[in-house]
């Protein structure tokens, strides 16, 4: 497997709108970067790009407020140690998830199921919004990391608080992250998935699921988005 | 209708009748069906619910208080107002006058001109009335002889009253109000005034008082959060520079749902709670001679950040279990890394020195603590900070909930403390953050009367684990 990136710069610098996504879709496009491979190479430097720019924002005020709780020698280890054990999470289901999407892929040519299968895709995501295991993991989101302990512990907790915020934040924004990229949708619909994820969260009441409605609300418009 | 006036409960004039209608109307609500907007249960849990199954639609009602919060205040008021509407039209239906106002408990008044000011208010003291029958206004709480609940000088202090911001621009301190936050039933930090007197008054009653889930089953809790509502009123009234939030945040970020009176359904905002005058029937305190001001400051927009936010000087370094009435713990200072201001000397270099209790959870009806701080090696008495109080320490600690179980977070403004301690970041590896355990007395036992059981959640051993003490500098 061989990967590189070649890169032509065209002047111009990248625009921030406040969402990962276009961050790095406008830093590609300035740049006009090209990713060229062979095997693995692309599928996994696109999920991990996705991953980057879906995931990020949604973690960036948990970083935030751990930063603010670590001693200032340490707040860089243990950050990147946070984003180390997340993307480790992701990384880990991007291969089975590959390999499912090549299947997938391969069924839908195969019964030529190009209309059933974003329905089934979002069909999939609306009814996991209002799954238990969900909500829980959705719970723990909000639980920070306890930071007491020697001070060389202090990052190695960091990065089980990593690992631990990916595994929560993959029960819960799994399905619908991936929905738009099953259903070869454009990218617009993954920054709209990213925002209301990023809206229940911050909305998200006991015994009140409105905030939910919202994620289930963007799978349904998801189903009327035509593939690229 | 005319606004309504809310007097202490201690200065009603001999033969009033309030409490006996407030009883009255108890019984009343208590006699109608769970389902019921209107009854008592229903009306409780909307503040906690401790074991009732919510009737149809009633989730979104149900279990809505707003605790460690800058919405604690605002919440409440409106809770307030539509448990006053409630019993004012249940006396009105059983005879009574019909501007029934909610009195106030003001255990904070002078002793010298209310020397029974802290004791229970008396018509909530007996099980049963003259006449023998049961007193709607009794409920389980701490056993109290003559009304003496134990409520001494710091529990009732009113130092929240000196804080000039409702919530500071600076995160660690909460203010007078309250931290940003978004809904928050449990799981941040307290504000002053919830932490004293309200916290610590919550848990001196004991009994249902001592938890969220069942505070608001017995009447002495409408009276407590009266007062507190009033000391809201009365904090606005002391200065022109004490002003509600108003950011757009606070004003109108999120929205709550209650019931009026008639047990319609409503919603209000934190900003629908600024002019006491304007809620539902519209009421006033009577010692706060005018209404108070409704206008918000204009033009403040997002208040500027400190550039400084407190950094992180010191730490505990394991989690603590507070088992002992008397529990030391040795917090370590990083001395390396930290700002050039900090290890060139010392104090008074930091402008603020800040102890921060960090994931304190636990289960029970616990006891509140007094937090000390001392040097190891000094001579000196331990200074104390503040209370730490387990009111609603239960629910912060439910992993099931929307928080996922972040536990309470304090924080005290020890600056004085560090001042009279000497505090340096040479010093502070000797810093000793102790716990002592507050006393609580037995509460008695009762079974609500009712169609509805309601019993306290918790009856095992209480237990409380602070995940960390930190010590931060700005």
């Known amino acids: 497997m061989t990967l590189g990136v070649a890169a032509h710069q065209t002047g111009g610098l990248a625009i921030c709108f406040g969402s990962g996504q276009l961050i790095a879709h406008k830093f590609l496009s300035a740049f006009r970067a090209e990713i060229y491979y062979t095997g693995f190479g692309r599928p996994a430097v696109e999920w991990f790009l996705m991953v980057a720019a879906m995931m990020l924002p949604i973690i960036a005020p948990h970083l935030v407020l751990l930063r603010a709780r670590i001693f200032r020698s340490q707040q860089t280890k243990a950050i990147l140690a946070v984003i180390a054990g997340y993307m480790v999470v992701w990384c880990l289901i991007g291969v089975p998830l590959y390999l499912i999407l090549i299947a997938f892929r391969a069924s839908v040519a195969l019964f030529d199921a190009h209309s059933i299968a974003p329905l089934l895709m979002y069909l999939f995501a609306i009814g996991w919004v209002w799954m238990p295991q969900r909500q829980r993991a959705l719970n723990r989101c909000h639980r920070p990391p306890v930071l007491a302990g020697p001070t060389g512990q202090i990052v190695q907790t960091a990065g089980h608080y990593g690992l631990r915020l990916g595994r929560d934040c993959a029960v819960v924004c799994l399905p619908a992250m991936v929905a738009p990229m099953f259903a070869g949708q454009p990218l617009v619909m993954m920054f709209i998935v990213t925002h209301a994820l990023l809206a229940e969260r911050i909305l998200q009441q006991p015994h009140n699921n409105r905030p939910s409605w919202i994620v289930a609300f963007v799978c349904m418009l998801g189903l009327a988005i035509p593939p690229v | 209708m005319s606004t309504r006036i809310r007097q202490s409960v201690y200065n009603l004039p001999s033969g009033d009748e309030t409490l006996l209608w407030y009883g009255r109307a108890v019984a009343d609500m208590r006699s109608r069906a769970l389902s019921d907007p209107t009854s008592w249960w229903y009306m409780g849990a909307v503040h906690g619910n401790p074991n009732l199954n919510p009737p149809a639609g009633a989730n979104q009602f149900w279990e809505q208080c707003q605790h460690q919060s800058w919405y604690f205040l605002p919440w409440h008021r409106g809770y307030l107002a539509a448990f006053e509407a409630m ?388």
């Open chain 2, 87 to 474: 019993v004012s039209k249940a006396v009105a239906a059983l005879g009574g006058p019909a501007d029934w106002a909610l009195p106030y408990w003001n255990y904070s008044e002078d002793l010298a001109q209310n020397p029974e000011a802290r004791f229970l208010p008396p018509a909530f003291r007996d099980q049963t009335l003259p006449d023998g029958s049961d007193n709607p206004l009794f409920a389980p709480r701490v056993q109290a002889p003559g009304g003496d609940i134990g409520l001494g000088d710091g529990d009732v202090a009113l130092d929240a009253l000196d804080e000039d911001e409702f919530t500071p621009a600076v995160s660690f301190e909460t203010g007078f109000g309250g931290p940003r936050t978004g809904f928050s039933h449990f799981g941040s930090a307290n504000g002053q005034l919830e932490r004293v007197p309200h916290n610590v008054v919550h848990v001196r009653i004991n009994g249902w008082m001592a938890d969220p889930r069942t505070a608001a089953f017995d009447p002495i809790f409408w009276l407590h959060h009266c007062n507190i509502d009033r000391l809201w009123e009365e904090w606005r009234a002391a200065d022109s520079s004490h002003t509600n939030p108003d950011e757009s945040a606070w004003l109108s970020g999120v929205t709550f749902d209650m019931h009026d009176g008639d047990g319609t359904a409503f919603t209000f905002t934190a900003g629908d709670m600024v002019d006491t005058t304007q809620i539902l029937h519209g009421y006033r305190y009577d010692t706060i001679p005018t209404p108070s001001p409704v206008v918000v400051a204009a033009g403040r927009g997002v208040p500027e950040m400190v550039a400084r936010e407190p950094e992180l000087a010191g730490s505990s370094q394991a989690p603590v279990s507070l088992e002992d009435d008397l529990t030391s713990v040795r917090v370590q200072m990083q001395s390396e890394g930290v700002r050039r201001s900090f290890t060139e000397s010392a104090f008074p270099t930091p402008v603020n020195v800040y102890l921060r209790l960090e994931e304190v959870t636990g289960k029970g009806v616990p006891a509140d603590y007094e937090v000390l701080v001392d040097l190891e090696d000094d001579d000196e008495p331990p200074y104390p900070v503040g209370r730490l109080s387990t009111f609603g320490i239960a629910g912060a600690s439910d992993t099931s909930k929307s928080h996922g179980g972040t536990g309470i977070t304090e924080v005290y403004n020890i600056t004085r403390a560090a001042e009279r301690l000497r505090l340096t970041v040479e010093s502070t590896p000797k810093l000793r953050v102790s716990f002592r355990k507050i006393e609580q007395r037995p509460v008695s036992k009762l079974e609500m009367p009712g169609p509805v059981p309601v019993q306290l959640p918790d009856t095992e051993a209480s237990s409380i684990q602070v995940g960390r003490i930190g010590i931060y500098f700005d």
